[in-house]
């Protein structure tokens, strides 16, 4: 239990960025599709370089995981962009609807937002249900 302490405190600390950074507001993802804010958009594009200088020290200095493994990134596979676009569609037009993605529904539900218990029940029964089809399904 005390091995999952750390991974707890570090989901909490990200449910207060994301808090305070207005990321969970429904109001401020449909500013973000309607083309009102350049806010979402900032945050998104911030995230977006972080992201690609955290991967350019990995590589660079063979940065090693909690257990001591290099971290290695696998180059993705560019035969599979049309299920990339396909995934990030449905996305997509997930976060439209409900106005969260996965990660700010739980933060929304530990801010005290209880309607958006149904959202994440819809979220986890439809990851259930890809479990049950996946060996079906084309990858």
Not at 70 to 88: C, F, H, M, N, W
Not at 107 to 136: C, M, Q
Request: some cysteine.
């Amino acid at each position: 239990m005390k091995k999952y302490l750390k991974y707890a405190l570090a989901g909490i600390f990200f449910g207060f960025v994301l808090v305070k950074s207005e990321v969970i507001s429904w109001f401020r993802i449909q500013e973000m599709f309607r083309f009102d804010s350049i806010h979402m958009y900032g945050i998104i594009g911030l995230g977006i370089l972080v992201a690609m200088a955290s991967i350019q020290v990995i590589k660079k200095y063979n940065v090693k995981d909690a257990e001591g493994k290099v971290i290695s990134i696998p180059p993705k596979d560019e035969s599979q962009v049309t299920r990339y676009l396909a995934g990030g569609t449905l996305f997509g037009f997930g976060w439209a609807l409900t106005g969260a993605c996965p990660g700010p529904l739980f933060t929304l539900v530990g801010a005290g937002y209880g309607i958006i218990l149904v959202p994440l029940a819809s979220a986890i029964f439809g990851t259930w249900v890809y479990g049950l089809l996946r060996e079906r399904l084309p990858h």
